[in-house]
């Protein structure tokens, strides 16, 4: 599987809460913009879903706190596609600390191809499918 950086960002004294640590708002908020980077790298471009009415849903997210991040951390986060069907896909991020290349968090998303006006699931294009079947199998 082809990872994809999709994240790279810092970790600031607001972000952390009473213990001192990242909270969890906040790793969701990163794992959230490199959800959105890896979707432009479908394909699924700001551009394209405005233009098109499209958007996508989370349906299912689960993450894993594996090391805690403190103020001043550099952050980076590598996705993966997981799988990709008619309207939905699943991929993997994984957070590290850049200094010493520890794994953070693990988060696994399923996320659903929506058509904005209908609030319904729709099919993904096929230029869509095959950008992220190449992804999957590189």
């Known amino acids: 599987m082809t990872r994809i950086s999709t994240y790279r960002g810092t970790v600031y004294p607001w972000q ?9 708002m906040w790793y969701v908020g990163k794992f959230d913009e490199a959800t959105w980077h890896l979707f432009a790298q479908l394909g699924l471009t700001p551009s394209y879903l405005r233009d098109t009415g499209r958007g996508m849903a989370a349906v299912q997210q689960n993450i894993s706190y594996k090391r805690e991040l403190l103020a001043g951390d550099i952050v980076e986060i590598e996705s993966n596609l997981l799988e990709i069907r008619d309207k939905v896909v699943r991929f993997v991020h994984e957070m590290r600390n850049a200094e010493s290349g520890e794994v953070a968090a693990l988060c696994e998303l399923t996320g659903v191809h929506i058509d904005r006006e209908a609030r319904k699931s729709c099919a993904f294009d096929q230029a869509v499918r095959t950008r992220a079947r190449e992804l999957i199998t590189a």
């Open 16 to 24: 952390c809460d009473h213990v001192g640590h990242m909270n969890v």
